[in-house]
T-cell receptor, first 112, second 116 residues
Framework: QKEVEQDPGPLSVPEGAIVSLNCTYS??????FMWYRQYSRKGPELLMY????GNKEDGRFTAQVDKSSKYISLFIRDSQPSDSATYLC????????????FGAGTRLAVHP | KAGVTQTPRYLIKTRGQQVTLSCSPI?????VSWYQQTPGQGLQFLFE???????NKGNFPGRFSGRQFSNSRSEMNVSTLELGDSALYLC???????????????FGQGTRLTVV
């Protein structure tokens, strides 16, 4: 079993839809949670960075962490075709230096 | 502020050869990590360097090595290349003010290595 599980999709939604992306994990020691967006043939771009449990909002993006369920989510409101990309969740231990454990990534397609 | 710069962007090498990839972190960032991305395994951690010292290592064979220079620039070397080493190699840069202060990691565009 992988430490971080993420449905690879693909996920196809119409423009303007609310998108929900999720990851589950098995290591309860993870304390830092990140979401990256990766366009084809590009490096991952950091979208959201959260510590421990709770919600964080940035524009159309909301990240949620539920440590009791070992479950994290990323919501995208008013999705746009430009949001079409692969979304990767990543996690890190507290004091674990900068080693990130990634999910497999979910491919999202937003069609006009 | 300039982002993370990786060179070269593309490489084609023959099985058995060796290759060196370069990464220049964001100015002021002291931590550099390397990752391998393949369709089958996804993004996997190779190693991390901080202040010219490797302080974390993933589960890769000894053919994969790296180093960091005093200006925080880093290089990664793969010796005796195998077909399975074909991948996108990504470098991530972090400010890392100290061990207990976890900070975000910013990625470069990657070097796409093809082994034939």
């Amino acid at each position: 079993q992988k430490e971080v599980e993420q449905d690879p999709g693909p996920l196809s939604v119409p423009e303007g839809a609310i998108v929900s992306l999720n990851c589950t994990y098995s290591n309860s020691a993870f304390q830092y949670f990140m979401w990256y967006r990766q366009y084809s043939r590009k490096g991952p771009e950091l979208l959201m960075y959260t510590y421990s449990s709770g919600n964080k909002e940035d524009g159309r993006f909301t990240a949620q962490v539920d440590k009791s369920s070992k479950y994290i989510s990323l919501f995208i409101r008013d999705s746009q075709p430009s949001d079409s990309a692969t979304y990767l969740c990543a996690m890190r231990l507290s004091g674990g230096y900068n080693k990130l454990i990634f999910g497999a990534g979910t491919r999202l397609a937003v069609h006009p | 502020k300039a982002g993370v710069t990786q060179t070269p962007r593309y490489l084609i090498k023959t099985r058995g050869q060796q290759v060196t990839l370069s990464c220049s972190p964001i100015s002021g960032h002291r931590s550099v990590s390397w990752y391998q991305q393949t369709p089958g395994q996804g993004l996997q951690f190779l190693f991390e360097y901080f202040s010219e010292t490797q302080r974390n290592k993933g589960n890769f064979p000894g053919r994969f090595s790296g180093r960091q220079f005093s200006n925080s620039r880093s290089e990664m070397n793969v010796s005796t290349l195998e077909l399975g080493d074909s991948a996108l190699y990504l470098c991530a840069s972090s400010p890392d003010a100290g061990r207990l202060m976890n900070t975000e990691a910013f990625f470069g565009q990657g070097t796409r290595l093809t082994v034939v």
